[in-house]
């Protein structure tokens, strides 16, 4: 057995932070993670679609966190996607009332992605949209991106960051209306048609 000494590299183990991973399947994969707004409501949307590396192939261990505003515009304050019983510490996860706009979803096998919330409202200047953060395998830093919704247009020509962007690639932010209240948002990390994604300074 090779004793480990911290004055020779080669004796300790690697930890996360000396590899690129991924690992996320302790603590953040959470039951009912894309189950944003309540069941049953009758605004509710969907949103869904894939994660793609630079190869144009799914990735079927990245996470997508997606936080929106409610339908007004207003920022959710209702208390938690993450709630857990005082007295045993165990999950209890969303009341299945209030709207908390937050969300975690891991993608499956084949790299799909699905959430079910509710349309945002403007914020300010911007035309609505839904903030996205990725997390997937070689990524030493997470990703930000934005979802718009497609349906007003003269809001999306008008938004501040979109109006800055070449026709094309301002089309990587924009879902596509898949049926009534269902909308394909597809995340490509690298190489041709790769999404827009956001620095935050």
Not at 99 to 126: K, M
Not at 127 to 143: E, I, N, T
Request: proline share 9%; charged share 20%.
């Amino acid at each position: 057995m090779t004793k480990i000494d911290p004055s020779r590299p080669e004796t300790v183990l690697p930890t996360p932070s000396h590899t690129v991973g991924p690992f996320y399947g302790h603590a953040l994969p959470f039951p009912g993670g894309g189950d944003i707004a309540p069941a049953g409501h009758p605004a509710a949307i969907a949103l869904q679609g894939y994660v793609y590396d630079g190869e144009g192939d799914p990735l079927p261990d990245a996470f997508v966190e997606l936080w929106g505003a409610d339908p007004d515009g207003g920022v959710p304050r209702a208390d938690g996607s993450m709630r857990r019983d005082p007295a045993t510490g165990g999950f209890l996860g969303r009341n299945g009332v209030e709207f908390t706009g937050w969300g975690r979803i891991q993608t499956d096998a084949n790299g799909h992605w699905t959430a079910r919330t509710l349309r945002p409202g403007a914020r300010g200047a911007s035309a609505p949209y839904v903030s996205v953060c990725v997390f997937a395998r070689g990524l030493l830093m997470h990703l930000y991106t934005r979802i718009y919704l497609p349906g007003d247009d003269a809001a999306l020509a008008a938004d501040p960051l979109l109006s800055q962007l070449d026709p094309a690639r301002r089309d990587t932010l924009i879902a596509t209306r898949d049926a009534a209240g269902t909308y394909r948002f597809d995340i490509r990390l690298q190489g041709e048609g790769e999404t827009v994604f956001l620095e935050f300074q």
